[in-house]
């Protein structure tokens, strides 16, 4: 069994910062690639960030510059530190990893969401 849960989000005032951690446990070795989405309401789901295990990092151009992932390869976490929020930011918020398992497969497994709402 493999879980992938994120954290941390919350409502936060435009220019305030939030930091979403996404967690595995389970029957694995490792985190690969991991990647952050996002989908607003009414809209496809889009790649905000990713990381791969060779440290190599992405970001969309609207999050370029105030959004900064990151990963603790020990805890089989990885965090979002979102800073200067806008309202165009509020979206449900969700992890897609590449996992490596006990079997030494890799699988991709997608987390639940948390939202993240940018409101004054």
């Known amino acids: 069994q493999v879980q992938l849960v994120e954290s941390g989000g919350g409502l936060v005032q435009p220019g305030g910062s939030l930091r979403l951690s996404c967690s595995a446990s389970?029957?694995?070795?490792?985190?690969?690639?991991v990647g952050w989405y996002r989908q607003a309401p009414g809209k496809q789901r889009e790649l905000v960030a990713a990381?791969?295990?060779?440290?190599?990092?992405n970001y969309a151009d609207s999050v370029k510059g105030r959004f900064t992932i990151s990963r603790d390869n020990a805890k089989n976490t990885v965090y979002l530190q979102m800073n200067s929020l806008k309202p165009e930011d509020t979206a449900v918020y969700y992890c897609n990893a590449d996992i490596l398992r006990l079997t030494y497969r890799v699988q991709n497994y997608w987390g639940q969401g948390t939202q993240v709402t940018v409101s004054s």
């Open positions: 990381t791969a295990s060779g440290g190599i990092l």
């Open positions: 389970g029957s694995i070795l490792s985190l690969n690639a």
